[in-house]
Nanobody, 120 residues
């Protein structure tokens, strides 16, 4: 099992920045990739950014390219999501997730989520 705990959400004005952090514990050696998903009210959960735990390859949804940056600290088993130039449409619950298979091959473990609210 892998446990994931998110932190760093909150309320910010449009154009502002937030940094989300996700700490992984447990069987982290089994993790192949980690990602940040988000779910807004009435919408499906979607992958925002992902990172290959071993070689650092990254993925970004088109809606966040150029504004969000995902990074990892292998020694601390932590993944970060730096969010800049935030827009009201970025408002959602953000979830950290870990995959034992690959960036786009399904995610096996989930955090409880952290709320991000961007005011206009």
């Amino acid at each position: 099992q892998v446990q994931l705990v998110e932190s760093g959400g909150g309320l910010v004005q449009a154009g502002g920045s937030l940094r989300l952090s996700c700490a992984a514990s447990g069987r982290t050696f089994s993790v192949y990739a980690m990602g940040w998903f988000r779910q807004a009210p009435g919408k499906e959960r979607a992958l925002v950014a992902g990172i290959n735990w071993r070689d650092g390859t990254t993925y970004y949804a088109d809606s966040v390219k150029g504004r969000f940056t995902i990074s990892r600290d292998n020694a601390k088993s932590t993944v970060l999501l730096q969010m800049n130039s935030l827009k009201p449409e970025d408002t959602a619950v953000y979830y950290c997730a870990a995959s034992t298979r690959g960036l786009s091959l399904g995610y096996d473990y989930w955090g409880r989520g952290t709320q991000v609210t961007v005011s206009s």
